[in-house]
DNA sequence: AGTCGTGCAGCAAGCGCTTTCTACACAGCG
DNA sequence: CGCTGTGTAGAAAGCGCTTGCTGCACGACT
């Protein structure tokens, strides 16, 4: 029925092995017979086996990639980047490779279950993208899950998480922490004294991060912070809405809202205008990430720029191994504020 | 090095073909050998090697979804939504499949690329989402390789993509030319009648559909087109923005521009703005998709739903075999009009 | 002219798993 | 007490490919 290399040696007149070589480019071969070779898998329209390929050279061409949330652009650009870089068809390496993105929907059991299919199948490489879960159980499983992958000759790249010590893993990591605290400096540099914070869920490290810098710049500015002014939500627009609403009915007199992302700050800006309120000259918003959607926001958003896209195809290099991975492994990636219109003086 | 099937029976006594068995789960085995195999398989930490298990049974868990643009929420929502029916680790489906999606960038040789590196695999399902490429060449190649798959074995579905006659794939397509045309006669219905349009790139399916509905609005309102009417460009806020400007300095006298997509349509809104118009007063907007930002553009654009994330999931049942495929191969699925603040009636 | 590279091609042994077919108990039956 | 049926385990033959090793020409040496 299917096309085997057997079929195109008998056709081509040589040995299964000869069409292996011709295939496989790693072994010299006459031109003639090459050429013989390259007609016979034309005429056949012969399709390498990809598993039995795999099985006999033990290595396999699939890259795979991790992501949160495939829907969010925030993933997808880096899931891009990578991909670019990864080779793919067409990208920029020689051989062809498999880059396929895993999209794990923030579950922990998923993550483990991909991070199992993948080592299944003996991937090449394997790059995590986004925070990571800070349950200490699932923090484990997936670093023993790393080690082995490592051991078994798996790249492991983490791009935009924190790093995974004793793993293997090559981190690529945000500087959520710096990010946010710049941001809030901002603010407070405007003369905002009491500031809402729409923070994502609570297990991620992201999230915690970008709080604790948040906190940090508070702090370093002797400003005691009301517990009333921090809310925890998604990663999405609705969620931004909801706690901006919250934070409304805890205290009216804020002067600034900090969102955990964009998404959310798009959010809490529609709650904001819904409740009669102006931006920024009645609330100042503040987002991050700094997604392609977020300039159009009206006004622009303030936010901090992560370099998505350089980081994704850092990663990607680094996993292909055409990139030397930075030094200890780690790397810190920082993130750029972009000031913009939706952050101003407080009223008054 | 690594563990191997025959490790776990060697541990738990027993032959490889019991392991096996235990593993897949198809075929009796007593309670009290499967519990020895169990606890083996996790003492020593066993990972089923999968490309040897797919040679040998000829089948693959693998399920591969094509998109053109990862970083496209467009793309996003629907993977997402073909990958969590696609069962997924998690997912609703008994066995663990691979759900993987891959990139093509718009480009005809990656797209071509990643079917043959499927069809490598012996992928269990291909989903190939959003526009087609008009080249002819290309169509026949893809139209050939889709077949092939078929006919070996993979479940071919189409999604957002119009069909693909006499390659045993299932299509679910949107009704892109219904949509254009019931969006562009709402604007006529409110007294337009100079409308700009900002179609995508040329070589699209999906580029040309919107845009024959568009025109077929206005020829049945007896408008006549002006060719400066109609700008070409990509499918992103920035050839908005450009677009909108060359319209504007084409034809200053435009009361409406419609966009090939939201994205498009956020851009064409900041060109408005940045040129002192408007929105709706001045010039009306409208877009395409209604992706989750477009509600928070100031004003909310009015656009058409399409149901990305029903349409991906009724696709990935599909793939599955867990839900019958339409009628004759081929479903068609409508786009809702959402009207919205950046619509209203022209000025004066 | 004899000998030794050198360049190419083939042989055959797996890679780690699945699955058919066979084998063996043991229980139930006449 | 022998026979068949049922339930469970094993032996072994591949699945389609890669690759180390062997083998054979042929030209280039001494």
Redo the contacts between chains.
């Keep these: 029925m299917?096309v085997t290399l057997a079929d195109v040696a008998a056709r081509a007149q040589v040995s299964p092995a000869t069409v292996s070589r011709v295939l496989n480019g790693n072994y010299p071969v006459a031109a003639t017979t090459r050429e013989r070779v390259l007609k016979a898998v034309d005429e056949l329209?012969y399709?390498?086996?990809?598993?039995?390929?795999?099985?006999a050279a033990a290595t396999?061409?699939l890259v795979?990639i991790l992501v949160n949330?495939?829907?969010?652009?925030f993933?997808?650009?880096m899931?891009?980047a990578i991909?670019?870089e990864i080779g793919?068809?067409?990208g920029r390496a020689g051989g062809?490779r498999?880059?396929?993105?895993?999209?794990t929907?923030g579950?922990p059991?998923?993550e483990?279950?991909?991070l199992?299919?993948?080592?299944?199948?003996?991937a090449a490489a394997v790059v995590l993208t986004g925070g990571a879960m800070e349950d200490a159980a699932h923090q484990a499983a997936v670093a023993a899950k790393l080690r082995?992958l490592s051991e078994?000759g798996t790249r492991v790249v983490l791009c935009g998480r924190p790093p995974a010590p004793e793993t293997g893993a090559v981190a690529l990591t945000f500087d959520n922490r710096g990010g946010g605290r710049e941001l809030t400096e901002h603010l407070l540099g405007l003369g905002h004294r009491r500031l809402g914070y729409i923070a994502g869920p609570r297990e991620r490290t992201t999230t915690r991060h970008r709080l604790e810098g948040h906190r940090a710049a508070l702090v370093a500015h002797g400003i005691e912070e009301d517990p009333r002014w921090t809310v925890h939500g998604r990663y999405?627009?609705q969620s931004g809405y909801e706690a901006t609403l919250e934070l409304l009915r805890r205290d009216p007199s804020l002067t600034a809202v900090v969102a955990a992302n964009d998404?959310v700050a798009?959010?809490a800006?529609?709650a904001l205008?819904d409740s009669g309120l102006r931006i920024p000259d009645d609330v100042s918003v503040a987002g991050f990430d700094d997604l392609?959607?977020s300039?159009?926001?009206?006004p622009a958003l303030t936010t901090v720029r992560l370099p998505l896209a350089e980081a994704g195809a850092r990663a990607g290099r680094v996993a292909m191994g055409r990139e030397e991975a930075p030094a200890g492994g780690i790397a810190t990636v920082r993130g750029e504020l972009m000031v913009r219109g939706s952050s101003g003086g407080p009223r008054g």
């Design positions: 299917t329209d399709v390498l086996n990809g598993p039995a390929s795999a099985l396999s061409d795979g949330d495939i829907a969010d652009p993933f997808g650009i899931a891009g991909q670019s793919g068809p067409g062809e498999l880059a396929v993105v895993c999209n929907g579950s059991e998923r483990l279950t991909y199992t299919l993948l080592q299944r199948q003996r082995r078994a999405d627009r998404s798009l959010g800006c529609a205008r392609p959607f300039i159009d926001a009206v």
